[in-house]
Nanobody
Framework: QVQLVESGGGLVQAGGSLRLSCAISARTSIMSGMGWFRQSPGKEREFVARAWWSGGATDYADFAKGRFTISKDIPNNILFLQMNSLKPEDTAVYYC??????????WGQGTQVTVSP
């Protein structure tokens, strides 16, 4: 059984920072890719950042480059998203996502991030 539980969202002023966490309950042997997505009201869910369980490669959406950093705590199976210089347009529900080596995809329940002007 795979479970993803996000935390760390909240209300912050523009220019502030938040760090999101995603606690992953899964056998590490099946994990392949992991990432963060977000969805604002009335918009499609969009890609934010991704990493791979093995290795240090990362990938970011253009809006996240230079402001957001994805990282992982392998011993504790936690995925992080450090978000700096937040803007009101970053307001969204942020979702954690993993893809297993078998191609199965799992999502967390989401955590709300609200950035005030």
């Amino acid at each position: 059984q795979v479970q993803l539980v996000e935390s760390g969202g909240g209300l912050v002023q523009a220019g502030g920072s938040l760090r999101l966490s995603c606690a992953i309950s899964a056998r590490t042997s099946i994990m392949s890719g992991m990432g963060w997505f977000r969805q604002s009201p009335g918009k499609e869910r969009e890609f934010v950042a991704r990493a791979w369980w093995s290795g240090g490669a990362t990938d970011y959406a253009d809006f996240a480059k230079g402001r957001f950093t994805i990282s992982k705590d392998i011993p504790n199976n936690i995925l992080f998203l450090q978000m700096n210089s937040l803007k009101p347009e970053d307001t969204a529900v942020y979702y954690c996502n993993i893809i297993t080596s078998g191609g199965d995809e799992y999502w967390g329940q989401g955590t709300q991030v609200t950035v005030s002007p």
